[in-house]
Nanobody
C-alpha cells in the first residue's frame, strides 16, 4: 500500500470552483488506479469519479458529469479532481482511493475494490 494525501478542499460559493489533489510520494503510485468518493453526514458513501492507471480512461457519476474532471500527472504522482459549477449538494468529505491495477483495467467504480484511502478533505459549498 502507498500513502495517499488529499488537499484542496475548502469553502466555495455555489457556481464556484475547487481543485482537489491526491498525492503520493511513492513511485508505486504510478501503477495505481484511482477513484474519488464523497460522503455527507447522513448519506452513504458515493462514487464521484475514477481514472485508470495510465489516465487513458475516466468515469463519472451522473450527478457530476459535465462539471467535474479527473486527471493525473504522472511526473508529480498526483491525481486531480477539478470541480466546477459547484452546488450545495456537493458538500461532503471527499476521499481519494487507490489500488494497484493491471495496465488494461478499466476505471474502478466500487469502493470495496480499493485498498488504500486518504484521510479526506472537506468541501463546503454555500448557497
Amino acid at each position: 500500500q502507498v500513502q495517499l494525501v488529499e488537499s484542496g478542499g475548502g469553502l466555495a460559493q455555489a457556481g464556484g470552483s475547487l481543485r482537489l489533489s491526491c498525492a503520493s510520494s511513492r513511485r508505486a503510485f504510478d501503477s495505481y488506479a484511482v477513484g474519488w468518493f464523497r460522503q455527507a453526514p447522513g448519506h452513504a458513501r458515493e462514487f464521484v469519479s475514477a481514472i485508470t492507471r495510465n489516465g487513458g480512461d475516466t468515469a463519472y457519476a451522473d450527478s457530476v458529469k459535465g462539471r467535474f474532471t479527473i486527471s493525473r500527472d504522472k511526473a508529480k504522482n498526483t491525481v486531480y479532481l477539478q470541480m466546477n459549477d459547484l452546488k450545495p449538494e456537493d458538500t461532503a468529505v471527499y476521499y481519494c482511493a487507490g489500488r494497484r491495477a493491471i495496465l488494461t483495467a478499466p476505471p474502478i467504480l466500487q469502493a470495496g475494490s480499493y485498498d488504500t484511502w486518504g484521510q479526506g478533505t472537506q468541501v463546503t459549498v454555500s448557497a
